[in-house]
């Protein structure tokens, strides 16, 4: 079994930034992807970006490039989400996720574990 465990939510202004970090534990080996998703009030969830665990390569939702930047530090099994000229619309919980495909997807059904999410607000 796998655990995903995010971190780095909170409230900030808009242009602001945050980080968000997602920390993988347990059976691990599996894992071929790692994605963040949000959802917000009355909304579905949707793909922000996603990252290869073992060979690198991301994708990103047209959302957000440009301003978020996914990246992984394996030695400790985490998972990063810079998240940058954060706008109100940015406003949502969001979720880590992981999958054991080798290529990256954004419909959900193909995520096997999911977090419990961190709120991010983005307010003046």
């Known amino acids: 079994q796998v655990q995903v465990v995010e971190s780095g939510g909170g409230l900030v202004q808009p242009g602001g930034s945050l980080r968000l970090s997602c920390t993988a534990s347990?059976?691990?080996?599996?894992?071929?992807?790692v994605g963040w998703y949000r959802q917000a009030p009355g909304k579905e969830r949707e793909f922000v970006a996603g990252d290869k665990w073992f060979d690198g390569g991301t994708r990103y939702a047209d959302s957000v490039k440009g301003r978020f930047t996914i990246s992984r530090d394996n030695a400790k099994n985490t998972v990063n989400l810079q998240m940058n000229s954060l706008k109100p619309e940015d406003t949502a919980v969001y979720y880590c996720a992981a999958s054991r495909l080798t290529v990256i997807p954004t419909n959900t059904r193909f995520y096997d574990y999911w977090g419990q999410g961190t709120q991010v607000t983005v307010s003046s």
């Open positions: 347990g059976r691990i080996f599996p894992i071929g992807i």
